[in-house]
């Protein structure tokens, strides 16, 4: 069977996304096909290695299909599910190379899905999993946090940082933040004890002694970090060149998010009791991909941009 979707014929950006029909996939043991009714930008993810070849380095074939975050709506289970049935509203991450929720239809595995927050609309939970599951991971299970610990935060109103001083505020934390002047009143109302105008101060200027740095910036941002720590303190960094980094240091003070749908109902759980809130730009039809990437490059973007695949 056929679906509808955006994808990429050859090797390229989003410049090079096409609209068509492609096959329908089919869930295996353990998988769960989901009616996608909408999925995220990442503008990174053309760049990712993931995206062209798969596990052992191999091309991966074409057409291959973006956006590996979604909300949508059960239609159908493979073998070896039991925590899910038609006709139930998801939410949820699939597997980094296989191919993603741009389209109609997309398989995931029954570990990487939750039950969509019932405050939220298809569209605006579909930019949350990412994110959330980015902030959540790093903090607490790399970064270790704990209540009564300083933690600053890099980037913080962007779609990672504005979930991490939400989460790191529940937890307890005292959080610094750092971000450009026209959005520190934006994230000393998401929850940041004290916020830094990274554009006029040299955040290593005011502070020090921090338990944690969490880096969604990465470059010149991560170097200068070092600096703030306490003796034992820990740096956690997902920005994407820093895996790659000749630092071993930065090496391993990087990380790359999972998907892990337990955690993803507690965030549901969080979002539905008003302890955490969700932030969508804009929204694009799924034909309007290649827009809805534009707009994301132009930068000045709270939150994420969501294409709606189905009303």
Known sequence: MQMRAVYLAKKGGAESLISGEIRRPDPESKQVMVNVHATAIIRAETQWVSTFQNRSGAARPFPIVLGH??????????????????????????????NGAQAEYCVAEETGLARKPKSLNHTEAAVVP??????????????????????LIHGAAGSVGMFAVQLARWRGANVIATASANNLNFVQALGSDEV????????????????LVFDPVGGETLERSWKVL?????????????????????RDAFMIVRADGAQLAQIARMIDAGELRVFLEQTFELDQARDAYARAGKGGVRGKIALRVLD
Do not use: M
């Not at 289970?77 to 980094?96: K, L, M, R, T, Y």
């Not at 830094?196 to 338990?211: A, G, R, S």
């Not at 306490?230 to 930065?250: H, I, L, M, N, Y």
């Open 230 to 250: 306490k003796p034992d303190g820990k740096v956690v960094t997902v920005a994407t060149a820093s895996g790659e980094s000749g630092d071993s240091r930065v």
């Open 196 to 211: 830094i105008d990274y554009q006029k101060t040299k955040f290593e200027d005011l502070i020090c002694d921090v338990e």
């Open 130 to 151: 990412i994110s959330a599951l980015t902030a959540w991971q790093g903090l607490f299970e790399r970064g270790n946090l704990q209540r009564g610990q300083r933690v």
């Open 69 to 98: 975050e979604f909300s949508g709506v059960v239609e159908s289970i493979g073998p070896n599910v039991s925590g899910f049935e038609a006709g139930v509203e998801v939410f949820g991450v699939n597997d980094w190379f296989s």
